[in-house]
Nanobody, 124 residues
Framework: QVQVVESGGGLVHAVGSLRLSCTASGLTFDSHAVGWFLQPPGKEREAVPCISWTGPTYYAGSLQGRFIISRDLANHAVHLQMNTLKPEDTATYYC??????????????????WGRGTQVTVSL
């Protein structure tokens, strides 16, 4: 049974940083693309970055440069480094995995594996 788990969320002040981590059991990230979505309150889930063995893919232009995705091979994890956070970044952040990175317009339900999310709250 595959279980994807996010960690690292929390409360942070604006312009601060957080690093989210995604790990999995029953699944080898080596053979999958792993990415992040954010879902602000009352809004739909939005693709952020994804990473595969060909490199990262960034979907939301306004986040590029502030959010950086990376693989941690030693710990079998994928991290999302979030810098210069803004209150509008407040959302539940989800980790997803599939055979390859997806288009930014992907229907989230079509992806194979999901975590339950971690809450990020950015205060003024």
């Amino acid at each position: 049974q595959v279980q994807v788990v996010e960690s690292g969320g929390g409360l942070v002040h604006a312009v601060g940083s957080l690093r989210l981590s995604c790990t999995a059991s029953g699944l080898t990230f080596d053979s999958h693309a792993v990415g992040w979505f954010l879902q602000p309150p009352g809004k739909e889930r939005e693709a952020v970055p994804c990473i595969s063995w060909t490199g990262p893919t960034y979907y939301a232009g306004s986040l590029q440069g502030r959010f950086i995705i990376s693989r941690d091979l030693a710990n079998h994890a994928v991290h999302l480094q979030m810098n210069t956070l803004k209150p509008e970044d407040t959302a539940t952040y989800y980790c997803a995995a599939d055979r390859s990175c997806w288009a930014g317009s992907v229907i989230p339900e079509r992806l194979q594996f999901w975590g339950r999310g971690t809450q990020v709250t950015v205060s003024l």
